[in-house]
């Protein structure tokens, strides 16, 4: 991720360089962007990026309504085809969107533009079948089949993020009680209920084979307590994390399948079991109900996949 980060130039301040630098490791870590499609982001942000601090900008709390469509004119002036000045629209406002539903700025300038052209694609989500096809190629006694459990387990048992996951301490954990709690950016924390299957791999590992890894090697106090540890004893990365959700994807045989596709599983699931909106946002740590919302489309496409090729007079 230090290579998407260094493409934003020295010169433009942190305060603009570094929350960018933040969402290309988010849409590559946890939304499973290819690395083409990061790198297109970057390329557009820095445009975006330098743009700004040319105009005098500090920071994205900065940014107006204004700026924005002076961003848009300049970008018509210097004759871009209308489908760079489109995409590059959409990287800013999804860039402007991330960055509310982090906490990290009060406000989207973006949201009052007339929205881009290009319809945002609905999340994936998997099967219940599917879930339970990925997580029984962890069954086995080896440690790192108990690790890949437990990580799955509280992927898809809590929603949390893949960097929430990996950051998470044995402090954070309760299990008599079955809660976690998850730490997401803009140092906003949730407690969060953890399921039976979860608690039980979440305990087999610590126990069994926690202590074992640890004893790898003397670690800093910012990593002596963390759950998920590698074979070195330091805490395990989200890109290891993430090399392992795929990992048990490829064995159970589902295709394009990141951390974050059991986030939006969890979601999905949840609603359609009967789960209140308002519950899901609380539980995924949603700024805005606004960006859970889109859940509710999906359950709603998927009823009308499921009546299209049920009812007799759908076909």
Known sequence: MARHGAELLPEVAAPLRGPVADYLAHIELERGLSRNTVDAYARDLSRYVLWLAGRGVGGFGEVTEEDLLAFRGDLSSAQLAASSQARIGVAVRRLHDHLLGEGQVDGDPAAALPPPRQADSLPSALTVEQVEALLATTDGDEPVQRRSAALLELLYGTGARISEAVGVDLDDLDLVRGTVRLYGKGSRERLVPVGSHARAALDAWIVRDRPRFAAGRAQAADRAGAVFLN?????????????????????????DVTPHTLRHSFATHLLEGGAGIRVVQELLGHASVVTTQIYTRVTAQTLREVYASSHPRAR
């Open 231 to 255: 074979q070195r004893g330091g805490r395990l990365s989200r890109q290891s994390a993430w090399t392992l959700v795929r990992r048990a994807a490829g064995l159970a045989g589902v295709d």
